[in-house]
């Protein structure tokens, strides 16, 4: 079974740029099966999908947060990476990995989230 | 963006009850429409794909209906462990969007 593992700083400045990695494990991150997503949730607000990447390298991004984020994927660590630059207060939330199952059309997978605070 | 539509943030159910959440979307995505099962700081759970198919090992008691715009889960007999914040999620188009979710208390 495919196990997700978000690792990363827990906060970050304002204006600074946020990373997260995500480690996949107990299946090769090299598969036609997914995509590997990232979603976030801000306190007290819904669930945000951010993005998404191929094993290939094509992305699909949020337009809402598109000219600041950077999804990628490094298949020699099993691991995939979310930027997101010019950060504020309003990207503090929990932050997900999921896997999104491509001929299925759902998230099977998903780490169990990692809490990232900006604040100076 | 295909705006989804949970209009009760929260309700309350006593153990047995029969439980329906509805999720309404802004536009017809067909039945391209998943469930997921949130509790507090751990992983969310897909309950139910494509409207209304039931994910391997889901208990039964979870059922999920609709297309269009128009989608309802139900829970048959609420259990114990059954208490948490259920998400709807379109998956008809990019950008994928949720819910706001609706939270199953404790009557």
């Known amino acids: 079974q495919v196990q997700l593992q978000e690792s990363g700083p827990g906060l970050v400045k304002p204006s600074q740029t946020l990373s997260l990695t995500c480690t996949v494990s107990?299946?090769?991150?090299?598969?036609?099966?997914?995509?590997w997503s990232w979603i976030r949730q801000p306190a007290g607000k819904g669930l945000e999908c951010i993005g998404r990447i191929s094993t290939s390298g094509s992305t699909i991004y949020n337009p809402s947060l598109k000219s600041r984020v950077t999804i990628s994927v490094d298949t020699s660590k099993s691991q995939f990476s979310l930027k997101l630059s010019s950060v504020t207060a309003a990207d503090t939330a929990v932050y997900y990995c999921?896997?999104?199952?491509?001929?299925?059309?759902?998230?099977?997978?998903w780490g169990q989230g990692t809490l990232v605070t900006v604040s100076s | 963006d295909i705006q989804m539509t949970q209009s009760s943030p929260s309700l309350s159910a006593s153990v047995g009850d029969r439980v329906t959440i509805t999720c309404r979307a802004s536009?017809?995505?067909?039945?391209?429409l998943d469930w997921y099962q949130h509790n507090p700081g751990k992983a969310p759970k897909l309950l139910i794909y494509?409207?209304?198919s039931l994910q391997s090992g889901v208990p039964s008691r979870f059922s999920g209906s609709g297309s269009g715009t128009d989608f309802t889960l139900t829970i048959s007999s609420l259990q114990p462990e059954d208490f948490a914040t259920y998400y709807c999620?379109?998956?008809?188009?990019?950008?994928?969007?949720f819910g706001g979710g609706t939270k199953v208390e404790i009557k």
């Open positions: 494509a409207a209304s």
């Open positions: 107990g299946g090769s991150i090299i598969s036609d099966t997914y995509y």
């Open positions: 999921a896997s999104w199952e491509i001929a299925a059309r759902y998230f099977d997978y």
């Open positions: 999620q379109q998956s008809y188009s990019t950008p994928l969007t």
């Open positions: 536009q017809s995505i067909s039945s391209y």
